[in-house]
């Protein structure tokens, strides 16, 4: 449970530190305290659901693909 916690921690500190000034210079946003949590929380957002999204996508296609295996044998 620790190393899932820590975890969280490390991706959610990457986002607060790294690619929340990064995306609100890009944009030429005013960065305040809650402008980068802001950031941070909709950049954690965004990445679960694609996360999400990707790990539904390559179940199907691998279930199409032992359907085509056993078919082929």
């Given amino acids: 449970m620790a190393v899932f916690l ?3 921690c490390c991706a959610a500190n990457i986002a607060y530190v790294l690619i929340a000034p990064f ?3 890009m944009f030429g ?5 809650e ?6 929380l909709v950049v954690l957002a ?12 390559f179940a199907r296609i691998n279930s199409i693909a032992v359907v085509a295996e056993v078919i082929a044998t």
């Fill in 6 to 8: 820590y975890l969280i």
């Fill in 23 to 25: 995306l609100a210079t």
């Fill in 29 to 33: 946003w005013t960065l305040s305290n």
């Fill in 35 to 40: 402008m980068l949590l802001v950031i941070a």
């Fill in 46 to 57: 965004v990445t679960a659901v694609l996360n999400v999204i990707g790990v539904k996508l």
